[in-house]
C-alpha cells in the first residue's frame, strides 16, 4: 500500500489500489503464469451464470483471469465479494482481501441479468492457499489493517511489507490499533496512518 509520510505523528494515507497478485499453485508450471503487476482487468468468461460471483473461483492466466469451479485444479483464489462500479466510488473490500479484479464491461451473449451485458465492477479476491498477503502483516492486500508493517518508500510515500523481516524491505513502522481520531492513539506512536471505515486512523509504531 502506499501513503503520505512526513514528520513523526504525520498522517498517512494508504491508497485503495490493487496489491501485487500472489498467490499458491496447484503446480509450479501454473505458478509461472501468475501476472505480479499492479493493476489487473479482465473479460467475463468462464464458468457461472453470473461473472465471478460472491463464492465463485478464478484462474490465474499469464494475460487474463478466468472463472472456474472451485473444485478444479486450475482454482486459484475465491471471490469474497463482488460490486459495480470503481472501487475508489464504491464499498471497500473485506479487511483480509489478497487482491482485487477489475472487470471490464462487457456484452456476452448471456448474463446474469439476460439483458446481455455485464456492468463494469470488482471482485475481492482471496488465495485458495498461502500465502494470503493481504493477512496482517502479510506485507499485501488491497487494505492497510491493523497488523501491517510498512516502510518508507521516498517521495513522502510509505509501503506495505512483511512484517516478518523476509520481504525486499525491511519493516519501519508497525499499525498497533486502529482509533477514531488521532489524540485516542497511545503516545508511543509514531506515526499515524488512514485505514478508512468506522476507525480511520491507525496507530504506528516504530519496529
Known sequence: MRGTRAVPAALLTAALTVAGLSGCQASSEAAKDRPSGSATSTQPSGYGAEFLAVDECSSFGTTS???VP???????A???ARYDGKPSAGPECPSTTDFVLHISESKPASD???DGAVPQGYACMRNLEPPHPGDPGGGGGPRTIV???VY???KGEV???PCDGKGEHA??????SAVPRRTQCPRSTALYVQLGGGKPVGCARQV
Not at 70 to 76: D, I, K, M, Q, V
Not at 171 to 176: A, H, M, Q, R
Open 159 to 161: 509501503r506495505e511489507t
Open 112 to 114: 446474469e441479468d439476460g
Open 78 to 80: 475465491r471471490v469474497v
Open 65 to 67: 483471469f478466468t472463472e
Open 171 to 176: 519493516p519501519e513502522y508497525k499499525v498497533t
Open 70 to 76: 472451485c473444485t478444479s485444479e486450475r482454482a486459484a
Open 147 to 149: 497488523g501491517d508493517c
Open 152 to 154: 518508507g518508500a521516498g
